[in-house]
């Protein structure tokens, strides 16, 4: 169900053959966050997403906003970005989520690419 205030990377099905009202997440949800000062793992990263966005949506070449995004969610920066952030950026996980801890465009943020 998840909580108020976390942000999740998912794929997102839309409804099935319109019979239904509502979406699916496919896959196990990716709770993004970030290393606390105590070393604690802090889910509300909203503005620091917001900032990631600001410094690379331009990258994509389209000059739509909503398009860029697309792209960039979709494809990402190069061949396998995303699958590479969610390998670097690997915090833990449960047996309904898992935790990633980093942005994609920061390489000191993310634990395993140290």
Do not use: C
């Given at each position: 169900m998840g909580l108020e205030g976390e942000i999740w990377f998912a794929k997102i099905l839309p409804p099935l053959f319109n019979f239904f009202s509502y979406s699916v997440v496919f896959t196990t949800p990716y709770i993004l966050g970030k290393l606390g000062n105590n070393r604690s793992f802090i889910q509300e990263v909203?503005?620091?997403?917001l900032?990631?966005?600001e410094r690379n949506l331009g990258q994509a070449g389209i000059?739509?906003?909503e398009d860029s995004y697309k792209e960039l969610m979709k494809y990402g920066l190069s061949k396998n970005y995303w699958?590479?952030?969610i390998?670097?950026?690997y915090r833990n996980h449960t047996?309904?989520?898992?935790?990633l801890?980093?942005?994609p465009d920061i390489l000191?943020?993310?634990p395993h690419a140290k």
């Amino acid at each position: 169900m998840g909580l108020e205030g976390e942000i999740w990377f998912a794929k997102i099905l839309p409804p099935l053959f319109n019979f239904f009202s509502y979406s699916v997440v496919f896959t196990t949800p990716y709770i993004l966050g970030k290393l606390g000062n105590n070393r604690s793992f802090i889910q509300e990263v909203e503005n620091d997403w917001l900032m990631y966005f600001e410094r690379n949506l331009g990258q994509a070449g389209i000059e739509n906003i909503e398009d860029s995004y697309k792209e960039l969610m979709k494809y990402g920066l190069s061949k396998n970005y995303w699958n590479e952030y969610i390998f670097l950026s690997y915090r833990n996980h449960t047996d309904n989520m898992t935790l990633l801890e980093a942005f994609p465009d920061i390489l000191s943020s993310m634990p395993h690419a140290k």
